[in-house]
């Protein structure tokens, strides 16, 4: 969608405006009498039929293209490749990991001695093997995590039937390596729950009628003893059914300290924070947009999506846990970052609170450590202009991972030594690709109102920018969600080796840049976002990097609803687009599955203002013919439960009727990611490539 000249995008421009009165009259009737509602009956007759009759047209053009064949071989071989990090939980004395390969499609969970681990020759113990339960229980299980209680043996582990976000919870004792018998279970539903101690459990379900939340999420908090049945479990807290949902917590401090607490999301970006500790819940003193981190050392740690009490956005802060229902808690400001900085994990050691924080997209580790007077902050030592993320960490252990990683280097685990002051590598992964070739370049594109959106490229170092390299531009620009560069052997072997382009944009409604890059994109003034992408379109055109004809374009979920609108804005900038399990039918959205809970990104049909600027906006009811209208590759799954199949679907058919070409594949499994296992997920991106070479390399 970038790839035009500011004249041709501007003239664009000027047509979509022209046309906008004539284009409401048909959304609206279009709204009233949709004739592809039928399609939102996930599992019904008709729709299942018509979701076989598109896969059969689809996957022969994909499938049969000589070189899907080698695209599939190099995408098992990646996906099934031993050559990952095992990355995990830290939990008394262990590092836990969840890990699947070709011998364990579905996976297992397993653990290490730390001290194994931090050596770099970790010693594994499989606890549960979910290819040999799933085979002993004729279930298609999928692994979705585990909650354990620190200090014994008794976790609960979530179980999920073909990927959905449904799921159900099971007592499993890691001493026996076995489900407890007669140990808490609790059937399939959206469930929430935490630990108090060996014998109960706080837990948010479905508890029947009037108890989910209108996104499908539990609203009532309730305390189950070991013993009982699930029905006679005692009410600890509610909400309301207008809330996105009540979820309980358990808070860790350095001495082992644990502090049960609960959040509700009033919106899915402002919430109520309670301790659990006492006879009734009492509300913690913090502003609606905070997010508490942790304890530590007798503190409450917390981050500020908001300004308060003479904190910043953005910031880092905390007070004395004794303090969360006085009025005026003795809050105290431990890292603000700054305009072209962000926090993007914080996590506990016994000694010190961890934060990754990047600037200008570019990560580092800060240590914030108490020395009881005052806090004193350094930096650990890391190699610069990549990602850091955290790999494992207990606030009541000294050892700490983290992994660094950038689109040409390889993942590397490091231990955080010496009280987490000193990062050392224990192993790095091999080269899933020649990276020789290739170089990593950061630009800067100007959006409409002058905001600078960085993005990055990656592209074969002697290839002449005339404007014919084939590019694949990807985004997701919401919720806060930051991208950060990462090394793919997928990205690597299957598109720069054949020739590719690969970029990253940093548009705004991500995190990139902190809450007030996020903020800036909300509802009515989402457009901001879509001028940020199309702004890199150009850039990348202006600079020889691509043009029109080679710029493909890739986005799920969020990131699905931008090219489903960036193609209804701008099609003439593009030749191919990915569209991943995507929100496209933006007046119906809230209405579908977990929908309702997006309204705080979105905006809601249901109010007036909000409701105009999404009918201009939504993709779904803004299709229309056009000759430079590329063909998209449209996928989703049938047991997708967070975004609705239906979107997909209906976008398609619609397309459909006007005459307009298009791919579709739904994929029968698989959940919100579109891949059940492995093996699936190497499948869809054998055909995403195959595709995007069609599109842009022949």
Same mark, same amino acid.
């Given at each position: 969608?970038?790839?035009?000249?500011?004249?041709?995008?501007?003239?664009?421009?000027?047509?979509?405006?022209?046309?906008?009165?004539?284009?409401?009259?048909?959304?609206?009737?279009?709204?009233?009498?949709?004739?592809?509602?039928?399609?939102?009956?996930?599992?019904?007759?008709?729709?299942?039929?018509?979701?076989?009759?598109?896969?059969?047209?689809?996957?022969?053009?994909?499938?049969?293209?000589?070189?899907?064949?080698?695209?599939? /071989?190099?995408?098992?071989?990646?996906?099934?490749?031993?050559?990952?990090?095992?990355?995990?939980?830290?939990?008394?004395?262990?590092?836990?990991?969840?890990?699947?390969?070709?011998?364990?499609?579905?996976?297992?969970?397993?653990?290490?001695?730390?001290?194994?681990?931090?050596?770099?020759?970790?010693?594994?113990?499989?606890?549960?093997?979910?290819?040999?339960?799933?085979?002993?229980?004729?279930?298609?299980?999928?692994?979705?995590?585990?909650?354990?209680?620190?200090?014994?043996?008794?976790?609960?582990?979530?179980?999920?039937?073909?990927?959905?976000?449904?799921?159900?919870?099971?007592?499993?004792?890691?001493?026996?390596?076995?489900?407890?018998?007669?140990?808490?279970?609790?059937?399939?539903?959206?469930?929430?729950?935490?630990?108090?101690?060996?014998?109960?459990?706080?837990?948010?379900?479905?508890?029947?009628?009037?108890?989910?939340?209108?996104?499908?999420?539990?609203?009532?908090?309730?305390?189950?003893?070991?013993?009982?049945?699930?029905?006679?479990?005692?009410?600890?807290?509610?909400?309301?059914? /207008?809330?996105?949902?009540?979820?309980?917590?358990?808070?860790?401090?350095?001495?082992?300290?644990?502090?049960?607490?609960?959040?509700?999301? =009033?919106?899915?970006?402002?919430?109520?924070?309670?301790?659990?500790?006492?006879?009734?819940?009492?509300?913690?003193?913090?502003?609606?947009?905070?997010?508490?981190?942790?304890?530590?050392?007798?503190?409450?740690?917390?981050?500020?999506?908001?300004?308060? =009490?003479?904190?910043?956005?953005?910031?880092?802060?905390?007070?004395?846990?004794?303090?969360?229902?006085?009025?005026?808690?003795?809050?105290?400001?431990?890292?603000?970052?700054?305009?072209?900085?962000?926090?993007?994990?914080?996590?506990?050691?016994?000694?010190?609170?961890?934060?990754?924080?990047?600037?200008?997209?570019?990560?580092?580790?800060?240590?914030?450590?108490?020395?009881?007077?005052?806090?004193?902050?350094?930096?650990?030592?890391?190699?610069?202009?990549?990602?850091?993320?955290?790999?494992?960490?207990?606030?009541?252990?000294?050892?700490?991972?983290?992994?660094?990683?950038?689109?040409? /280097?390889?993942?590397?685990?490091?231990?955080?030594?010496?009280?987490?002051?000193?990062?050392?590598?224990?192993?790095?992964?091999?080269?899933?690709?020649?990276?020789?070739?290739?170089?990593?370049?950061?630009?800067?594109?100007?959006?409409?109102?002058?905001?600078?959106?960085?993005?990055?490229?990656?592209?074969?170092?002697?290839?002449?920018?005339?404007?014919?390299?084939?590019?694949?531009?990807?985004?997701?620009?919401?919720?806060?969600?930051?991208?950060?560069?990462?090394?793919?052997?997928?990205?690597?072997?299957?598109?720069?080796?054949?020739?590719?382009?690969?970029?990253?944009?940093?548009?705004?409604?991500?995190?990139?840049?902190?809450?007030?890059?996020?903020?800036?994109?909300?509802?009515?003034?989402?457009?901001?976002?879509?001028?940020?992408?199309?702004?890199?379109?150009?850039?990348?055109?202006?600079?020889?990097?691509?043009?029109?004809?080679?710029?493909?374009?890739?986005?799920?979920?969020?990131?699905?609803?931008?090219?489903?609108?960036?193609?209804?804005?701008?099609?003439?900038?593009?030749?191919?687009?990915?569209?991943?399990?995507?929100?496209?039918?933006?007046?119906?959205?809230?209405?579908?599955?977990?929908?309702?809970?997006?309204?705080?990104?979105?905006?809601?049909?249901?109010?007036?203002?909000?409701?105009?600027?999404?009918? /201009?906006?939504?993709?779904?009811?803004?299709?229309?013919?056009?000759?430079?209208?590329?063909?998209?590759?449209?996928?989703?799954?049938?047991?997708?439960?967070?975004?609705?199949?239906?979107?997909? =679907?209906?976008?398609?058919?619609?397309?459909?009727?006007?005459?307009?070409?298009?791919?579709?594949?739904?994929?029968?499994?698989?959940?919100?990611?579109?891949?059940?296992?492995?093996?699936?997920?190497?499948?869809?991106?054998?055909?995403?490539?195959?595709?995007?070479?069609?599109?842009?390399?022949?």
């Amino acid at each position: 969608m970038h790839r035009s000249s500011i004249y041709l995008a501007a003239g664009f421009a000027a047509a979509v405006l022209g046309s906008c009165s004539t284009m409401n009259s048909v959304t609206s009737l279009f709204e009233r009498n949709d004739p592809f509602l039928w399609l939102e009956e996930v599992e019904g007759e008709r729709a299942l039929a018509w979701v076989r009759e598109q896969n059969a047209r689809t996957l022969p053009q994909l499938e049969n293209d000589p070189r899907f064949a080698q695209l599939h /071989t190099d995408a098992l071989a990646i996906a099934n490749s031993r050559d990952r990090l095992a990355l995990g939980a830290v939990r008394d004395g262990f590092l836990y990991n969840f890990w699947q390969d070709e011998t364990h499609v579905r996976g297992v969970w397993r653990r290490s001695p730390l001290t194994a681990y931090a050596a770099g020759r970790p010693q594994w113990e499989t606890l549960l093997d979910i290819d040999a339960l799933a085979a002993a229980e004729s279930a298609n299980w999928v692994y979705k995590g585990v909650d354990c209680l620190e200090g014994t043996t008794r976790c609960m582990v979530s179980l999920s039937d073909g990927g959905k976000d449904a799921t159900t919870w099971r007592e499993f004792d890691t001493a026996t390596r076995q489900f407890v018998q007669g140990g808490f279970t609790l059937p399939e539903a959206k469930s929430g729950l935490t630990w108090i101690d060996v014998d109960t459990l706080i837990v948010g379900t479905d508890w029947g009628p009037g108890t989910l939340t209108e996104s499908g999420y539990p609203f009532v908090l309730k305390r189950w003893s070991r013993g009982t049945p699930l029905e006679s479990a005692i009410e600890v807290m509610r909400g309301e059914a /207008t809330d996105v949902g009540v979820y309980a917590a358990e808070l860790e401090d350095t001495d082992g300290t644990r502090l049960a607490a609960a959040v509700r999301y =009033r919106t899915y970006f402002e919430g109520e924070n309670y301790r659990l500790d006492g006879v009734t819940p009492q509300r913690i003193n913090l502003p609606a947009r905070a997010t508490i981190q942790g304890l530590h050392k007798g503190q409450l740690i917390f981050t500020l999506q908001e300004a308060w =009490r003479g904190l910043p956005q953005g910031a880092l802060a905390a007070y004395p846990l004794d303090d969360t229902a006085a009025e005026a808690p003795r809050a105290h400001l431990l890292f603000a970052p700054g305009q072209r900085q962000s926090i993007e994990e914080v996590t506990f050691t016994r000694d010190a609170i961890l934060v990754a924080a990047t600037e200008n997209v570019r990560g580092r580790i800060l240590r914030l450590a108490y020395d009881g007077r005052a806090w004193i902050e350094s930096q650990i030592d890391l190699p610069a202009n990549g990602a850091v993320k955290f790999a494992g960490s207990s606030p009541t252990q000294s050892h700490a991972f983290a992994v660094f990683e950038d689109f040409l /280097t390889p993942q590397t685990l490091y231990a955080l030594d010496e009280r987490a002051t000193r990062a050392r590598a224990i192993s790095s992964l091999p080269a899933q690709f020649d990276a020789s070739p290739y170089v990593s370049e950061q630009y800067e594109a100007v959006s409409r109102d002058g905001t600078r959106v960085p993005y990055f490229v990656v592209r074969p170092r002697e290839r002449p920018l005339d404007g014919q390299n084939p590019t694949l531009l990807y985004a997701y620009g919401g919720f806060q969600v930051s991208e950060t560069p990462i090394y793919s052997g997928y990205i690597g072997r299957m598109w720069l080796q054949n020739g590719g382009t690969y970029v990253l944009a940093n548009i705004r409604g991500g995190g990139e840049f902190g809450p007030a890059w996020h903020q800036a994109g909300l509802k009515t003034n989402r457009q901001v976002v879509f001028d940020d992408f199309y702004a890199v379109e150009q850039d990348l055109i202006a600079r020889g990097i691509t043009s029109p004809r080679r710029l493909g374009i890739m986005g799920g979920s969020n990131g699905g609803l931008l090219m489903g609108v960036m193609l209804n804005q701008h099609p003439e900038m593009v030749n191919a687009a990915v569209v991943q399990v995507p929100l496209l039918d933006m007046m119906r959205y809230d209405q579908l599955l977990a929908g309702a809970s997006w309204v705080d990104e979105y905006g809601s049909p249901a109010v007036p203002e909000e409701r105009r600027y999404l009918r /201009t906006m939504s993709p779904y009811q803004n299709l229309r013919a056009r000759d430079d209208f590329p063909t998209p590759f449209v996928l989703t799954s049938t047991k997708d439960d967070r975004v609705h199949p239906g979107h997909a =679907r209906k976008y398609v058919a619609r397309m459909q009727e006007l005459g307009m070409p298009v791919l579709y594949y739904e994929n029968t499994d698989g959940g919100h990611a579109a891949a059940a296992n492995l093996n699936e997920g190497a499948r869809r991106r054998a055909l995403e490539y195959t595709y995007l070479m069609q599109r842009l390399m022949d």
